[in-house]
């Protein structure tokens, strides 16, 4: 069954501790949380045992937790000690250096350092994944004419790393996202169920429902391809907790779907 769970993104700007953010996911319909560095950067051993206790008796998974390329490499070890005191099954790659995606050696550069970090968390049995953006959906020239960046990125990839599709950005950039998710199948556990308002610059993400993708047959299709988690995220919203209780209920109601889908196939 298909998972939900919220970026802490989402509640940025609500001043709490992650114990206490994880406290009021907990109070939701959200199977887990995901994590961003921030929420645990600088916290000490009790601190983190706080935080795994919160995340233990709100009955809450951990989906995977954002870390920039360049701070796994520089902090490796201990990037995989936090993983596993909070048992993060998942290490994704929020953004990358959107001048990479420019060329096509840009991006096989790009491919290569990713696969190279993957292969040494996977010593350590946590995944890696790539989160897309906007940038990632230029067209860049090959040998064989003019292809859209991030499905040479895919194809460079060839199953080294796994990916996290943010269908709310690639709609955006025209990308259609259920094609994103079957660009991704199979190696997509994690998917940014994100709606957006292509024409407000303000709204890059929204509450979803409130935007102009179908996240409905996203969230299907996501099902469909493989996915264990279905992420709810909007960093751009003006109500934190207002749209903490708005993506709980949507996201039971996508779950719902998904398992009925599954049930009656």
């Not at 921030?38 to 008796?57: F, H, P, S």
């Not at 993983?83 to 994704?92: N, W």
């Given at each position: 069954?298909?998972?939900?769970?919220?970026?802490?993104?989402?509640l940025?700007?609500?001043?709490?501790?992650?114990?206490?953010?994880v406290?009021?996911?907990?109070?939701?319909?959200f199977d887990?949380?995901?994590?961003?560095?921030?929420?645990?950067?600088?916290?000490?051993?009790n601190?983190?045992?706080?935080?795994?206790?919160?995340?233990?008796?709100?009955?809450?998974?951990?989906?995977?937790?954002?870390f920039?390329?360049?701070?796994?490499?520089?902090?490796?070890?201990?990037?995989?000690?936090?993983?596993?005191v909070?048992?993060?099954?998942?290490?994704?790659?929020?953004?990358?250096?959107?001048?990479?995606?420019e060329?096509?050696?840009?991006?096989?550069?790009?491919?290569?350092?990713?696969?190279?970090?993957?292969?040494?968390?996977?010593?350590y049995?946590?995944?890696?994944?790539?989160?897309?953006?906007?940038?990632?959906?230029?067209?860049?020239?090959?040998?064989?004419?003019?292809k859209?960046?991030?499905?040479?990125?895919?194809d460079?990839?060839?199953?080294?790393?796994?990916?996290?599709?943010?269908?709310?950005?690639?709609?955006?950039?025209?990308?259609?996202?259920?094609?994103?998710?079957?660009?991704?199948?199979?190696?997509?556990?994690?998917?940014?169920?994100?709606?957006?308002?292509p024409d407000?610059?303000?709204?890059?993400?929204?509450?979803?429902?409130?935007?102009?993708?179908?996240?409905?047959?996203?969230?299907?299709?996501?099902?469909?391809?493989?996915?264990?988690?279905?992420?709810?995220?909007?960093?751009?919203?003006?109500?934190?907790?207002?749209?903490?209780e708005?993506?709980?209920?949507?996201?039971?109601?996508?779950?719902?779907?998904?398992?009925?889908?599954?049930?009656?196939?």
């Amino acid at each position: 069954m298909v998972r939900t769970a919220i970026q802490l993104f989402t509640l940025k700007d609500v001043d709490e501790p992650v114990w206490e953010l994880v406290d009021r996911v907990g109070e939701t319909t959200f199977d887990g949380v995901e994590l961003y560095r921030a929420n645990i950067d600088g916290l000490n051993d009790n601190e983190l045992e706080q935080a795994k206790e919160a995340i233990d008796d709100a009955d809450l998974s951990i989906a995977g937790c954002h870390f920039r390329a360049e701070e796994i490499e520089e902090e490796f070890d201990e990037i995989v000690d936090l993983c596993d005191v909070l048992e993060i099954p998942s290490l994704i790659v929020p953004t990358y250096d959107g001048e990479a995606f420019e060329s096509v050696d840009g991006i096989e550069a790009a491919a290569d350092r990713l696969g190279t970090i993957a292969t040494d968390l996977a010593a350590y049995e946590i995944n890696l994944l790539y989160h897309n953006h906007t940038f990632e959906f230029d067209e860049v020239e090959t040998d064989n004419g003019r292809k859209i960046a991030f499905e040479v990125f895919v194809d460079r990839a060839d199953g080294r790393f796994g990916f996290e599709p943010d269908v709310g950005l690639a709609f955006r950039t025209g990308y259609d996202p259920v094609d994103l998710l079957e660009l991704t199948a199979g190696q997509a556990p994690v998917v940014h169920l994100t709606d957006t308002i292509p024409d407000d610059d303000h709204r890059l993400h929204a509450d979803v429902g409130t935007g102009s993708v179908d996240v409905s047959a996203c969230a299907g299709a996501a099902a469909e391809y493989g996915a264990e988690w279905l992420v709810c995220e909007n960093g751009r919203t003006d109500d934190p907790l207002a749209s903490l209780e708005h993506g709980s209920e949507a996201f039971a109601e996508f779950r719902d779907e998904t398992e009925t889908r599954t049930e009656t196939r």
